[in-house]
């Protein structure tokens, strides 16, 4: 696989790429997004009518096409583990609570899945390739290996790739009671949201972030997931990693990380992304985002103070992980 | 497409059958599985006719040998995916394995029964009934119970869900990164899909009448349609025949309306004929084309149009298969894709049940008259969904 990011357009609770002040690091238990302002992007009768997860989606949309100089993609890749979940759970309380009576097409309407990726489309006129992948914790995942397939076949064509994921008042409760987010209890990790999408091609370009290879698994103990990084790492002949960003988020994971931190990468440099953008199942598209930052605007803000060339990134949602393998060029 | 990928199995449940055999029985005598809802349970069942599988969710779990409580659209995944993949299951150590499935509302009829519970006092809602809310938890309960540990998806886009990921499957295959593939998706009936159609306006109170100028509307159907594809290498190594290949497939976006198909059907002629191309076919090499054919005044109006401009006036045999199996949302273009494949095995042509009226805007008269034996070299199958989504697939014989 050779992807080359282009450009990225992130809304976050760290903010947005666009303000000098991103990443801004903010200390709650639960991570909502910090904003912007969408008079530039969305014209204003449309925003109305658009759940936080599509107007995300599309500002986040708009400002990684802007940000490459494309007015339309050719083609759109959409990566969300729980789809439009404000308009899902307001037709579902309509519905329960009405008894199946006088119910309204709007919320039914933008709570499909693809609602986002079909709304990039009809905003930006893009007839061709689009697609929404749902699939946990990989869902953001599955829309790079999808462009990589796309481009094999159209190549020379930028593709539009994104992950997006909500949280909302059911949602966080919902998965505070399956233990998974940070609860009265200070059991779990910090919730978060966001959207990042990426123009992606596969010609190269300078100044650019090259995806050469993304491993996804799922594995329920940290040994097995510790095998498919060591397998993942010799595959790549990763011996020399600049800087490695990993999803450790004080959870049991954590001891993976550390075991990582000791053997595999000692004493490489490292970002943990999700103190940042808090958890959610698309949040490596998050950490995809502060790469190409990074790149364009130095990794110093992290502490990292040599130049970075390959990167290796290591994220987990839940038992689901996965493994990347980038090259700045 | 570097290599083809075979189409090796077929695995199948739909209201008329609980496998890709009783499915083509039923087709073969022209028996529709429209009628009243009997498991789904909802204040609409004497208004709006469905196609329900004929199996309660325990009949459902008992036959795939999986448990009760999984989500309905997990059981019908589990028992289609069953089909198509154990005969082969023993002979595939070592292959690359791919799981591709879809669905629209993953667990949602478990969350639905719950919800008004759960916005009250959600800690008094028993967690497993919404565990397996995502789409995606859908999938993977399926994945886990067969060991498909290897590439794992899940693909959302509406109604054209499983057509795209037979798509994916296809050119993973294709280019090697895989060497065998279950494809195709899931969907069951919930209160929640049947309450939002309606609120769009679109569901017919008797049953659907697709491609007919009175046509009133789409009866909501249930079931899960899967292929088993195989490389060259892993069909020769399991001594399999194949059914026939996926040739040609395309996505594109009509980007027009979230819920509604442009008049001229953009989107639908895009993918139409970029899935001819792919294959390397000219319209008149298609022998049977499955429509989208929901019956709904808009689809069918728009399918219409984009058809005869790509296939002009020699528009081959052409029917949906809707008014059998109602309409199967994330489902449908992995049942159709098992219907087209048993098309090429069979040479059969499918009649569009209970046609009547010639439509007025469009030219073409939909296949009526069931056809066995048939010359059917090749099958163009549409799926279309809200967002624009549009997907066309191609099925050749080997």
């Known amino acids: 696989m050779e992807l080359y990011i282009h450009s990225a357009g992130i809304i976050s609770a760290a903010g947005s790429n666009n303000t000098d002040t991103f990443p801004a690091r903010q200390e709650a238990d639960v991570l909502y997004c910090t904003e912007p302002d969408y008079k530039d992007m969305i014209p204003p009768m449309q925003l109305r009518r658009m759940s936080k997860a599509v107007r995300i989606g599309i500002a986040a949309s708009k400002m990684s096409l802007q940000q490459a100089g494309i007015e339309k993609p050719d083609a759109i890749s959409v990566g969300t583990a729980m789809g439009c979940l404000q308009d899902t759970e307001f037709f579902l309380t309509k519905m329960t609570e009405q008894d199946e009576q006088m119910l309204t097409p709007t919320a039914f309407i933008q709570s499909t899945h693809n609602t986002v990726s079909g709304q990039i489309a009809l905003l930006a006129g893009c007839y061709g390739h689009n697609l929404t992948y749902v699939h946990r914790g990989h869902s953001f995942e599955h829309t790079m290996i999808n462009a990589a397939l796309y481009l094999q076949e159209q190549p020379g064509e930028q593709m539009l790739v994104g992950g997006i994921d909500e949280l909302t008042a059911g949602s966080l409760k919902a998965m505070q009671l399956a233990g998974l987010y940070k609860d009265a209890n200070n059991n779990g990790v910090v919730a978060g949201e966001g959207a990042a999408f990426f123009i992606a091609g596969d010609t190269a370009v300078a100044n650019t972030v090259c995806v050469k290879d993304i491993d996804c698994f799922t594995a329920h103990d940290a040994q097995e997931a510790l095998q498919h990084v060591r397998r993942f790492a010799e595959r790549n002949a990763i011996a020399d990693v600049d800087c490695w960003v990993n999803g450790m988020h004080g959870d049991e994971r954590d001891g993976f990380y550390n075991e990582l931190s000791t053997s595999l990468f000692s004493n490489v440099p490292v970002i943990s992304f999700k103190q940042y953008c808090g958890e959610y199942a698309t949040a490596a598209s998050f950490a995809l985002g502060l790469i190409v930052d990074a790149m364009k605007n130095g990794f110093s803000k992290y502490g990292i103070d040599k130049s970075i060339r390959k990167v290796v990134m290591v994220n987990h949602y839940k038992h689901y992980y996965s493994c990347w393998y980038m090259e700045l060029v | ?398």
Request: with cysteine; charged share 15%.
């Open chain 2, 1 to 398: 497409m570097a290599q083809p990928a075979y189409i090796v199995n077929t695995g199948l449940i739909t209201a008329i059958g609980n496998d890709t055999e009783s499915c083509k029985a039923s087709l073969l005598a022209e028996r529709s599985g429209v009628g009243k809802a009997e498991h789904l349970q909802t204040y609409w069942k004497d208004e709006f006719p469905v196609a329900e599988v004929k199996a309660s969710n325990e009949e459902l779990a008992m036959k795939a040998g999986v448990a009760t409580n999984w989500p309905r659209t997990a059981l019908l995944s589990a028992v289609a995916v069953a089909e198509a993949w154990l005969p082969y299951a023993h002979k595939l150590q070592g292959m690359r394995t791919g799981f591709f499935s879809a669905n629209t509302v993953g667990g949602m009829d478990l969350t639905e029964q719950v919800y008004k519970q759960f916005k009250q006092a959600p800690e008094t809602v028993p967690m497993d009934n919404l565990r397996h809310h995502e789409c995606g938890a859908v999938t993977q309960l399926v994945a886990q119970y067969f060991g498909f540990n290897g590439f794992v998806t899940t693909i959302s886009t509406a109604c054209s869900s499983s057509a795209n990921s037979i798509m994916m499957a296809a050119q993973m295959i294709g280019n090697g990164m895989l060497d065998v593939a279950i494809a195709g998706g899931a969907d069951s009936l919930s209160k929640f899909t049947l309450n939002g159609f309606n609120t769009l306006m679109i569901l017919d109170k008797q049953p659907c009448q697709p491609f007919d100028n009175n046509r009133r509307g789409l009866n909501l159907g249930e079931g899960a349609g899967y292929l088993l594809l195989m490389s060259e290498r892993a069909m020769k190594a399991c001594g399999a025949k194949p059914i026939g290949i996926v040739s040609g497939y395309a996505n594109a976006n009509d980007a027009y309306h979230q819920t509604a198909s442009s008049p001229d059907g953009r989107g639908n002629k895009l993918a139409m004929g970029n899935a001819l191309k792919k294959a390397g076919l000219q319209a008149a090499d298609i022998s049977y084309i499955n429509l989208h054919g929901t019956g709904t005044a808009n689809n069918d109006s728009s399918e219409g149009k984009a058809v005869a401009a790509i296939f002009e006036d020699k528009v081959p045999f052409a029917s949906s298969t809707k008014a059998y199996t109602g309409h199967t949302l994330g489902a449908a273009g992995g049942v159709e894709a098992v219907f087209s494949a048993l098309s090429l095995q069979h040479g059969i042509v499918y009649p569009t049940l209970r046609w009547e009226t010639q439509m007025e805007d469009v030219a073409f008269k939909p296949a009526t008259t069931l056809q066995v034996g048939a010359d059917i070299q090749h099958v163009l199958s549409n799926s279309f969904g809200f967002g624009g989504n549009c997907s066309s697939l191609v099925f050749s014989k080997a």
